[in-house]
């Protein structure tokens, strides 16, 4: 995993004001109601993409009466909330790979939007596929290291024997890379190590490492555009491939 500055590129959910924070957990929950209808099932334990979600929502510090209560609403009969995942794939400044998951209750104004953010800060919305064969879902996993107190082999070693494919350690963050269904095991041995976790979902890695921009107004054009992604309550997830996102 060398030259993967995960850290950097993680979604700006710690450490956020009140109203970011809201918004996180608004989409996490949007992402649960969705699980839960797909994978038939309230129960993590036999719905493994509802057992990734809870993960990413204990990661983010959701309180447990929140997620049981969502859960809850997700198999309600009264329940008539329908989005859709959709999918859209582009190009930043310098032809940076973006790709951005989205759920929506109205696809037309969803991909209004997205086009939209991609048109005014100099990129270009393109087709299915455009991006993503270059990157790899996988489970990402970050284990706050803040005081510097955790043993690197340690923790490598606990790692592995909770079920991790991988491990790297990067500033002041220790990065665990598991198979997409098996973040949510790895994830719960963690914690019951004791250990910290700043973060824990399913992501889009790139397969060749990420890039720099060299203009100026190409760097602050693409962190605005990321910005407009994020603060869109459609969207739930940007990956890409630049390297200095803060």
């Given at each position: 995993m060398s030259g993967h500055s995960k850290w950097h590129n993680i979604q700006k959910t710690k450490g956020a004001a009140d109203a970011?924070?809201?918004?996180?957990?608004?989409?996490?929950?949007r992402e649960m109601v969705v699980a839960v209808k797909e994978g038939g099932s309230g129960d993590p334990?036999?719905?493994?993409?509802?057992?990734?979600?809870?993960?990413?929502?204990?990661?983010?510090?959701?309180p447990n009466d929140n997620i049981k209560r969502t859960i809850d609403k997700a198999l309600g009969s009264g329940n008539t909330e329908n989005y859709e995942k959709i999918t859209y794939e582009g190009?930043?400044?310098q032809g940076v790979a973006v790709i951005v998951e989205t759920m929506t209750d109205n696809r037309n104004r969803t991909a209004g939007e997205i086009r939209h953010y991609f048109d005014k800060y100099n990129g270009n919305m393109g087709t299915a596929n455009?991006?993503?064969?270059?990157?790899?879902?996988?489970?990402?996993i970050v284990i706050d290291n803040e005081d510097e107190e955790l043993d690197e082999d340690t923790v490598m070693m606990d790692a592995l024997d909770?079920?991790?494919?991988?491990?790297e350690a990067e500033d002041l963050v220790y990065n665990v890379y598991t198979a997409e269904d098996d973040i949510a095991a790895v994830a719960d041995a963690l914690?019951?190590?004791?250990y910290t976790l700043l973060s824990a979902?399913?992501?889009?890695?790139?397969?060749?490492?990420?890039?720099k921009l060299t203009n100026e107004?190409?760097?602050k054009n693409m962190q605005k555009m990321l910005d407009m992604f994020e603060d869109n309550d459609d969207v739930q997830n940007v990956w890409h491939n630049w390297e200095d996102a803060e």
């Open positions: 970011k924070r809201a918004q996180a957990f608004t989409k996490i929950a334990r036999s719905n493994s993409k509802l057992a990734a979600v809870i993960a990413k929502a204990k990661a983010a510090n959701m190009y930043g400044p455009c991006v993503s064969w270059s990157f790899d879902r996988k489970g990402v909770a079920g991790a494919a991988d491990f914690t019951a190590k004791g979902q399913v992501e889009m890695l790139p397969q060749n490492g990420y890039i107004d190409d760097i």
